[in-house]
C-alpha cells in the first residue's frame, strides 16, 4: 500500500489498524521503514529476510490451523507447480506457518533433505499430487472422510481431460489424490500396471466410454 518511517514496530502495526484495506506490516528496525500490506502475508507469501519484522494483523484467521497437523499432508508426495515463492525454513511446520499466514496460499511441498519449502496457490498444486521421494506435500485443509468408490464403472474410460497420469498402488490412492487436486474431477485406473489418470472435468473430456481393463469415477458421485 505504502511505506513510511515511524519510530516502532507498535506504531507500525497502529497505522496499519487505522487503514482501510490493510492486513500485515513488515518493519526494518534498521532504519524504522515500514510497509503497508493490504494481503495477509504481503503479495507473495511470508518468506525468512535477517533483519525484517512482520505481522498480520488479524492472526487469528485460521483458528483451527495446527502446524503439526498432517492428516491433509502426503508424504513422498510432489504438488508441482502453482509456486508462489519457496524458501529455507527450519521444518515442515514453519513451511506450513509460512503457508497459513499467507492469503493466497493453498498448499505446500517440503522437501526433507534441505529442508526448502515451496508455497503454493492452488490445493495439490498445479496439476495435482504426483508421487516423489523425499517430499512432503500439505494442502491448509481438505476431506479426510475415506474415499466412496461405489460410483467406479468397471471396463469404462473416461478419456481426455488430463491433470496428469502416475503410478498409484490401488484406485484408492488414485481417487485420493485426485481428491487433493483443487481440479480433479474424475479418474481412469488401469490395475494391470497401476496407471492413474487425473482428470479436470467428470467423465473426462469426451465422457465414459466402454474399454476393457479400466476402472473409471467421478471422485463426487
Request: net charge neutral.
Amino acid at each position: 500500500m505504502r511505506d513510511f518511517k515511524t519510530e516502532t514496530f507498535e506504531e507500525c502495526a497502529q497505522q496499519c489498524r487505522e487503514s482501510e484495506g490493510c492486513k500485515c506490516i513488515t518493519y526494518r528496525p534498521s532504519d524504522k521503514n515500514c510497509w503497508l500490506k493490504n494481503k495477509r502475508g504481503g503479495g507473495n507469501g511470508a518468506h525468512p529476510k535477517d533483519g525484517l519484522i512482520s505481522m498480520n494483523i488479524d492472526c487469528g484467521v485460521n483458528k483451527n490451523f495446527q502446524s503439526s497437523d498432517r492428516s491433509c499432508a502426503m508424504d513422498n508426495w510432489d504438488f508441482g507447480g502453482a509456486d508462489m515463492r519457496d524458501f529455507r525454513a527450519a521444518d515442515f511446520e514453519e513451511c506450513s506457518i509460512a503457508c497459513s499466514d499467507s492469503a493466497d496460499c493453498r498448499s505446500i511441498t517440503f522437501r526433507k533433505s534441505d529442508n526448502n519449502c515451496w508455497l503454493k496457490r492452488k490445493q495439490g498444486g498445479d496439476k495435482g499430487p504426483r508421487p516423489q521421494e523425499g517430499l512432503i506435500s500439505r494442502n491448509m485443509e481438505c476431506d479426510t472422510s475415506d474415499i466412496d468408490t461405489s460410483c467406479q464403472r468397471s471396463n469404462y474410460d473416461f478419456g481426455g481431460a488430463d491433470l496428469r497420469d502416475f503410478k498409484a498402488d490401488s484406485i484408492q490412492v488414485c481417487a485420493g489424490a485426485c481428491r487433493m487436486s483443487q481440479d480433479c474431477q474424475s479418474i481412469t485406473y488401469r490395475p494391470s500396471d497401476k496407471n492413474c489418470w487425473l482428470k479436470n472435468k467428470r467423465g473426462g473430456g469426451n465422457g465414459p466410454s466402454s474399454k476393457g481393463g479400466l476402472i473409471s469415477m467421478n471422485v463426487s458421485c
